[in-house]
């Protein structure tokens, strides 16, 4: 009897929520929350947590939630830690028509997942994806938020500053019908971030098509500290330039302008040493970079008090970011080095 109730759950199941988590204590209680709030039925969904070995409270506090809905609820581990090694053993356990892929470090808005499965049934997209809200806690934290909704600070990176519905290269997350990964195949193992991208760039290169709606909408949570942020940005840009390599064509040119800047500021002055015209260039290149970062600066704040931090955030988001890129270049030049050898 059990074996054939689970059965008839099973068949009720249109959308299996995917979610990798790892030591996310701070965010995953009201993530679930925003979950429990959502329009859409809980008999037609499940939810998959698929857990990386956390050391903190993680999964104590998901299993408080499966005990009030353990016919919604499934809980999975992770032993590579990663998320696409935690995307692919969620998508073979799903059993809904629809996967969609959420971060605990979000937030939901009610018609969060009514609204993607209404975008997947009525376009021809093979994923959807909203936009994303960035917050942050305490000064420094809307801070960065702050920068990281503005153009400036992340380029023409639309589901983080805005923008409209349409076709677009990628979107946060994502929500798929279920045949798309037997048709395009599963998450990229080797990529230990980007991975979004390049699933999103191999659906497009094989002819299918991704979609930004402006009313599916989430919160998501960034990091709060400079230190947090710096790190971030390093990490980044680091695995732009390994994915760019693994993957080539995932990428969008987007991805490195930090290194192009970072590395216009490193060698314009040793060119100046050799011809000095490359110093008039250096000093206009350093003055408009300025005058943008005190534009936008201005352009990005919700209080006057916000500025100066603006003012030093944007630059080392943009220098770490590029810094990253160079390690990415680095390494990947040692691993040629020793394959050689």
Not at 46 to 55: A, K, M, R, V
Not at 68 to 87: F, H, Q, W
Not at 235 to 254: D, E, F, H, Q
Request: charge should be neutral.
């Amino acid at each position: 009897m059990e074996k054939y109730n689970e059965e008839l759950i099973k068949k009720d199941i249109i959308v299996s929520v995917v979610m990798p988590v790892y030591n996310e204590e701070s965010y995953i209680e009201g993530c679930i929350k925003s979950l429990l709030n959502q329009d859409y039925k809980k008999s037609h969904m499940e939810w998959i947590f698929i857990d990386g070995e956390s050391s903190d409270a993680t999964v104590s506090m998901i299993k408080k939630f499966q005990s009030d809905y353990p016919n919604l609820i499934k809980l999975y581990n992770n032993p590579n830690k990663t998320v696409p090694y935690a995307m692919n053993i969620g998508i073979s356990h799903a059993v809904g028509k629809y996967i969609i892929r959420l971060d605990a470090h979000s937030m939901y808005h009610s018609d969060y997942i009514s609204k993607c499965v209404h975008y997947l049934e009525t376009t021809d997209a093979d994923n959807v994806g909203g936009v994303a809200k960035t917050i942050g806690n305490g000064f420094v934290g809307h801070g960065i938020a702050l920068m990281l909704s503005s153009k400036f600070g992340v380029g023409n990176s639309e589901f983080r500053t805005g923008g409209t519905s349409g076709y677009v290269d990628t979107v946060p997350f994502g929500a798929f019908r279920k045949e798309v990964f037997e048709k395009y195949g599963m998450y990229n193992e080797s990529l230990t971030r980007n991975q979004d991208n390049e699933m999103n760039y191999r659906i497009r290169k094989n002819g299918g098509k991704i979609f930004l709606s402006d009313e599916i909408k989430l919160s998501y949570y960034c990091r709060d500290t400079i230190k947090g942020i710096s790190d971030m940005a390093l990490k980044n840009g680091k695995w732009n330039v390994i994915t760019m390599k693994l993957c080539p064509g995932s990428m969008g040119a987007r991805h490195f302008i930090p290194l192009l800047f970072l590395s216009s500021l490193i060698i314009m002055p040793i060119l100046t040493l050799v011809i000095p015209f490359f110093g008039y260039l250096f000093a206009l290149e350093v003055g408009l970079y300025l005058f943008l970062d005190l534009i936008f600066s201005f352009k990005a704040q919700d209080h006057l008090k916000y500025i100066p931090l603006l003012l030093i955030l944007f630059p080392i988001f943009h220098i770490t970011y590029g810094m990253g890129s160079i390690l990415g270049i680095i390494e990947i030049m040692q691993k040629k080095s020793e394959v050689s050898l």
